[in-house]
Nanobody, 122 residues
Framework: QVQLVESGGGLVQAGGSLRLSCAAS????????MGWYRQPPGKQRELVAR???????NYADSVKGRFTISRDNAKNTVYLQMNSLKPEDTAVYFC????????????????WGQGTQVTVSS
């Protein structure tokens, strides 16, 4: 099986910064893409940023210029550097990865982390 473990959430004032990390472990053959989603209170989960092994990252319009996603392939880890945080960035942030597992053939499996709370105070 595969696990995604997130870290780095917390409480920060508006204008501040946080860095989220997500490490994938387990029976991993290859990782297609990794990304971050968020779910604000009372709203649906939405894409924040996503990165693959061979394309440029893509970002939600609301975070462009403030957030940066990066990936360490050797560590199977994805990061989200969040700068100039706003109260509307408050949400539970979820790591997502599309992974081929050992013994799973060519099929890609979708995995989610447990979520980490980010709270931005005004």
């Amino acid at each position: 099986q595969v696990q995604l473990v997130e870290s780095g959430g917390g409480l920060v004032q508006a204008g501040g910064s946080l860095r989220l990390s997500c490490a994938a472990s387990g029976s991993i053959f290859s990782i297609n893409s990794m990304g971050w989603y968020r779910q604000p209170p009372g709203k649906q989960r939405e894409l924040v940023a996503r990165i693959t092994s061979n394309t440029s990252p893509n970002y939600a319009d609301s975070v462009k210029g403030r957030f940066t996603i990066s990936r360490d392939n050797a560590k199977n880890t994805v990061y989200l550097q969040m700068n100039s945080l706003k109260p509307e960035d408050t949400a539970v942030y979820f790591c997502n990865a599309v992974i081929r597992v050992h013994g799973g053939g060519a099929r890609n499996y979708n995995y989610w982390g447990q979520g980490t709370q980010v709270t931005v105070s005004s």
